[in-house]
């Protein structure tokens, strides 16, 4: 049960993040040294460490 708690706080910081992420003004993102299509990536790395 403990995986499946862990396993859910992840997925929903996740979503969290890759909204954020996806949905900040590209100026924003490009100062940042990403483009807002590369937010599934940086938000994936950031929440699984992969």
Known sequence: MTRLKNAAAKRAEFNRTYNELRFMPRE???????????????????????
């Open 28 to 50: 924003t993102a490009i100062d940042l040294g990403m483009f807002p299509e590369d937010a599934y990536h940086v938000a994936y790395a950031q929440v699984y460490g992969r």
